[in-house]
């Protein structure tokens, strides 16, 4: 950038940083969302429930499911190339 450039654009910095710190943002929330570790503690503790008796195997089932769901979208979306 040349210093005309940086100086005529200069009005448009808090816009830019503004930007910028949304997209760092935005990382920062993916990167913990599709963090796979929290999944895979449910679903220890979920078995932990099972064979305490804290809760029936229909619903172990089914809390079990959904785990194993998010658990296959996060490693899809580990395996996507970034755009």
Known sequence: ??????LLTLPLAPLRTTIWVA???????????YDP????QA???LERALLD????ED?????EDE???RLEE???RRRAPRP
């Open 1 to 6: 950038m040349g210093l005309l450039t940086g």
């Open 23 to 33: 997209e760092q943002l935005q990382y920062a929330a993916e990167e913990e969302y």
């Open 37 to 40: 570790a929290p999944v895979r």
């Open 43 to 45: 679903l220890v503790e």
């Open 53 to 56: 008796g804290r809760i029936d």
């Open 59 to 63: 619903e172990y089932d089914r809390r």
């Open 67 to 69: 785990l194993l769901d």
């Open 74 to 76: 996060i490693t899809e």
